[in-house]
């Protein structure tokens, strides 16, 4: 385990030419750490105390950072900390389900300042990219014209199969159908004159949680998010990791048997995943919108709720198993866009799952609930087009890019 923050502090470089790249490191010294005086963060880039003032200048003229008010020790002169300005630039990320679209606008320090959402039952490709447009222009007029021209980026997280699993979800197939011939990046694109980067919606999350949440003091873990489906991604040495043809954290094709002669055994999608529970709601006559509120854990529905618990709690502790044995990693984190209380009782029963399996020849890995919750597809979403215009690691976002190929 690193000490918080420390995979992401890039060394700035005194050498000319490097102006640019500077300035980045600066920028993510000061969002991972606060406001800091100059002087520290001179000693935290380690760059020289001159170049950290040039540096300043210009982000300042720029309208990226501010000076906030000085604070005054027990000797010497008052510090004055270097914040980042939350109206320098701002990002939107679009998230694209099975179930709905949510749109957030997210600033400069990473805030959420607004959002807009449409909730359906199957995303119908004739109407989506219109309610997109009309989610956009919602959230630019929020912002004003002398703001709305601060807008750098758009981030859209979506399945890399929106159209999959009809079987399923009960979704006409030819409308499922035409999502394999659709280029979600595009569509979106058309409806902005900004630059739009794509990413799959697990790997979006886990670009949220790698960014602002456990990936500061973890460098390895494996994320499974439950939403309408299940899915995962995995993060080796701080990056995101694709594989070589996607699959790496594709963890709801993960069988939950062995497959014989009669037929293919379910995946872990069919068994952990929230459309599951919103089926039982469905065959008892419930409100299946439960699902993903404080309803889950309410009567009528908390007696179905048990029952999915108890299958998707042990069926996520055997996706958390194989994961060990295939790259040892020691630490799994599970997040949801369920209700929190669900996720934490999901949680709980999935951590005590684990004991429902032996351990011999490896170490049992740690379960921890994932800090951003039911937002983390579209934060992460929008912190694409944050990172691609302002972090110092090019590398890292070039990889998070290429898990969505």
């Given at each position: 385990?690193?000490?918080?923050?420390?995979?992401?502090?890039?060394?700035?470089?005194?050498?000319?030419?490097?102006?640019?790249?500077?300035?980045?490191?600066?920028?993510?010294?000061i969002?991972l750490?606060?406001?800091?005086?100059?002087?520290d963060?001179?000693r935290?880039t380690?760059?020289?105390?001159?170049?950290?003032?040039?540096?300043?200048?210009?982000?300042?003229?720029q309208?990226?950072?501010?000076?906030?008010?000085?604070?005054?020790?027990?000797?010497?002169?008052?510090?004055?900390?270097?914040?980042?300005?939350?109206?320098?630039?701002?990002?939107?990320?679009?998230?694209?389900?099975?179930?709905?679209?949510?749109?957030?606008?997210?600033?400069?320090?990473?805030?959420?300042?607004?959002?807009?959402a449409?909730a359906?039952?199957?995303?119908?490709p004739?109407?989506?990219?219109?309610?997109?447009?009309?989610?956009?222009?919602?959230?630019?007029?929020?912002?004003?014209?002398?703001?709305?021209?601060?807008?750098?980026g758009?981030?859209?997280?979506?399945?890399?199969?929106?159209?999959?699993?009809?079987?399923?979800?009960?979704?006409?197939?030819?409308?499922?159908?035409?999502?394999d011939?659709?280029?979600?990046?595009?569509?979106?694109?058309?409806?902005?004159?900004?630059?739009?980067?794509?990413?799959?919606?697990?790997?979006?999350?886990?670009?949220?949680?790698?960014?602002?949440?456990?990936?500061?003091?973890?460098?390895?873990?494996?994320?499974?998010?439950?939403?309408?489906?299940?899915?995962?991604?995995?993060?080796?040495?701080?990056?995101?990791h694709?594989?070589l043809?996607?699959?790496?954290?594709?963890?709801?094709?993960?069988?939950?048997?062995?497959g014989?002669?009669d037929?293919?055994?379910?995946?872990l999608?069919s068994?952990?995943?929230?459309?599951?529970?919103?089926?039982?709601?469905?065959?008892?006559?419930?409100?299946?919108?439960?699902?993903?509120?404080?309803?889950a854990?309410q009567?009528?529905?908390?007696?179905?709720?048990e029952a999915?618990?108890e299958?998707?709690?042990r069926?996520?502790?055997?996706?958390?198993?194989?994961?060990?044995?295939?790259?040892?990693?020691?630490?799994?984190?599970?997040?949801?866009?369920?209700?929190?209380?669900?996720?934490?009782?999901?949680?709980?029963?999935?951590?005590?799952?684990?004991?429902?399996?032996?351990?011999?020849?490896?170490?049992?890995?740690?379960?921890?609930?994932?800090?951003?919750?039911?937002d983390?597809?579209?934060?992460?979403?929008?912190?694409?087009?944050?990172?691609?215009?302002?972090?110092?690691?090019?590398?890292?976002?070039?990889?998070?890019?290429?898990?969505?190929?």
């Amino acid at each position: 385990m690193t000490p918080d923050g420390a995979w992401l502090r890039p060394r700035g470089s005194s050498q000319s030419g490097m102006s640019h790249f500077n300035e980045r490191v600066l920028l993510q010294a000061i969002r991972l750490n606060g406001g800091l005086p100059q002087a520290d963060l001179a000693r935290l880039t380690r760059l020289s105390t001159q170049a950290v003032a040039l540096i300043v200048r210009r982000l300042a003229a720029q309208g990226l950072v501010v000076r906030s008010a000085p604070r005054r020790g027990k000797v010497g002169q008052p510090s004055v900390p270097i914040m980042l300005d939350p109206d320098g630039a701002y990002f939107i990320g679009v998230q694209v389900g099975r179930r709905g679209v949510e749109l957030l606008l997210v600033d400069f320090a990473g805030h959420i300042r607004a959002r807009d959402a449409l909730a359906y039952r199957h995303p119908d490709p004739d109407l989506l990219f219109g309610q997109i447009d009309a989610g956009l222009q919602a959230l630019r007029r929020q912002l004003g014209p002398r703001q709305a021209a601060r807008l750098r980026g758009i981030g859209v997280a979506a399945p890399l199969s929106l159209g999959g699993w009809q079987t399923l979800l009960g979704g006409d197939a030819q409308q499922a159908a035409r999502w394999d011939r659709i280029d979600l990046r595009a569509g979106v694109q058309a409806c902005s004159d900004v630059p739009v980067v794509f990413a799959k919606d697990t790997v979006a999350a886990c670009v949220a949680e790698l960014v602002a949440g456990h990936g500061r003091s973890l460098r390895s873990f494996v994320y499974i998010f439950v939403g309408t489906f299940i899915g995962g991604a995995l993060v080796l040495d701080s990056s995101v990791h694709a594989g070589l043809k996607g699959n790496a954290g594709a963890l709801g094709s993960l069988p939950l048997a062995c497959g014989d002669e009669d037929g293919a055994p379910a995946q872990l999608l069919s068994t952990a995943s929230l459309f599951a529970l919103e089926r039982r709601y469905l065959h008892a006559g419930l409100d299946q919108r439960a699902a993903h509120d404080a309803r889950a854990l309410q009567r009528p529905w908390l007696a179905h709720t048990e029952a999915w618990l108890e299958g998707a709690a042990r069926a996520i502790a055997l996706a958390a198993c194989n994961a060990t044995c295939l790259v040892d990693v020691g630490h799994v984190v599970l997040d949801s866009s369920a209700h929190p209380a669900l996720l934490a009782r999901l949680l709980e029963r999935s951590t005590q799952a684990l004991s429902y399996y032996r351990w011999e020849g490896v170490r049992r890995p740690s379960l921890q609930g994932g800090v951003i919750g039911a937002d983390a597809r579209a934060v992460g979403a929008a912190l694409l087009p944050l990172h691609a215009n302002f972090a110092p690691d090019r590398d890292l976002f070039l990889k998070i890019l290429s898990a969505a190929a």
